[in-house]
Structures are given as C-alpha cells and as structure tokens.
C-alpha cells in the first residue's frame, strides 16, 4: 500500500500551460506540504497544510495554487507554467505534535516546462 | 533567514570505512533533526531522528546532536556501496516547518 502517491510522474509541457497535480496520503496525517527540489537537488518547501487550512506559504508565485479537499489530499494547479518551474515537485506529510515530524514523502512528479 | 548547512561534496569513502557527514543549522530554538537519505531519482526517506545532545545509534548508522554548537552529524559505519546517495540534513524549526540542507552525496566506492 503506498503512503503517499503523486500523479502524474512525469509532466512535460509548454510555458503558458496550466497544470495541476495531485497528492493523497493514507497514513491518516494531519499535514500535507508540497517541495520543490531544482536542479542542484535543493528541496525547498513551498506550502504546509494543516487539517485542510494553510499554514506555511514560502513566498511562492501567485501563479501557484494549492488546494485541500480534505486533509488526505493536497492538491498543486500551477498557471502560466514558465521554464523556471522546471523541478521535481514532492508531496509529503507528516504528524507533527507528537515529538517528531517525520515527513513521509511521495515519489514525486517531475515537470519540464519548454 | 532560518539556513541549515552542509557540505555538498562529494564525499567519497571506500567500502568499510566510516562516512561522516555533518549540518550546521541558525535557529538555536530548533527541537527536531533528521537525516534523509535520497537516492537518484528518487524521494528522500528517513534515516534518523534526533531531538536530544547526545549520539542516537541505530545499527550501522549513529547521529550526533550539540544544541551548543549548533551542529548535527550523521556517522556511518562500514560503508557500503549501496550507501552511495545524497544525505540530507533537516531541522524543524518549530510548528510545521522542516528545512533542509542541500545534501551532501556520497560515493562509496567498492
């Protein structure tokens, strides 16, 4: 049973484009959080959810928008793709409040934006 | 800014050595560390944890805390080949937010 899944895994497409992608995680975790990792493998967090409410915003583009239908799912839609959105985008969640925060990671979706 | 540091690399060590591997981190009201091992391609998962000065062992691996000097590391004792990945260090800063080092690769070479 996967933990954590992501689709698509892969996602190639034009600058201008919107595209979305989506997170569920059957751990029964409170919060959900979407990465970036670039090129040089710098994993960056973008968003934190927590119980369907954001919590963290790292000063991402406007053109990012995430969404949670319920806290098993975090959702990313990202308009107006342009080539620097080009990364691995991970999904993960975790349990925080209980001593650790353990992030459990999806398998990630890797997007090229040409 | 709140920065956790370490060494790129690569750190290149032979099979049955020990690797160490070490993170610096800036907010001093940092309660939670973890190394995260990631291979080529794929997620980062969990090494160790650690939220204590002190060594935590857990087989062949140990992580060392000192809140004093601000500084974590990860030993990892008789090296193996399929230890060749990129480690990386985080700290939860407190609520539900965890950063992370840019990873330091190692090459176990056999």
């Known amino acids: 049973d996967t933990a954590v899944s992501q689709t698509p895994k892969y996602l190639v497409t034009q600058m201008g484009n919107d595209k979305s992608i989506k997170c569920e995680q059957n751990l029964g975790h409170d919060t959900m959080y979407w990465y970036k990792q670039d090129s040089k493998k710098f994993l960056k967090i973008m968003f934190s959810y927590n119980n369907k409410e954001l919590i963290i915003n790292e000063t991402v583009p406007n053109r990012f928008s995430p969404k949670s239908p319920d806290k098993a799912h975090l959702n990313l839609h990202i308009n107006s793709l342009e080539l620097g959105d080009s990364a691995v985008y991970f999904c993960?969640?975790?349990?925080?409040?209980?001593?650790?925060?353990?992030?459990?990671f999806g398998p990630g979706t890797r997007l090229t934006v040409l | 800014q709140k920065e956790v540091e370490q060494n790129s690399g690569p750190l290149s060590v032979p099979e049955g050595a020990i690797a160490s591997l070490n993170c610096t981190y800036s907010d001093r009201g940092s309660q939670s560390f973890f190394w995260y091992r990631q291979y080529s391609g794929k997620s980062p998962e969990l090494i160790m944890s650690i939220y204590s000065n002190g060594d935590k062992e857990d087989g062949r691996f140990t992580a060392q805390l000192n809140k004093a000097s601000q500084y974590v590391s990860l030993l990892i004792r008789d090296s193996q080949p399929s230890d060749s990945a990129t480690y990386l260090c985080?700290?939860?800063?407190?609520?539900?937010?965890?950063?992370f080092g840019a990873g330091t690769r190692l090459f176990v070479k056999a």
């Open positions: 985080a700290v939860n800063t407190g609520g539900f937010k965890t950063i």
């Open positions: 993960a969640s975790s349990q925080p409040g209980q001593g650790e925060d353990t992030q459990y």
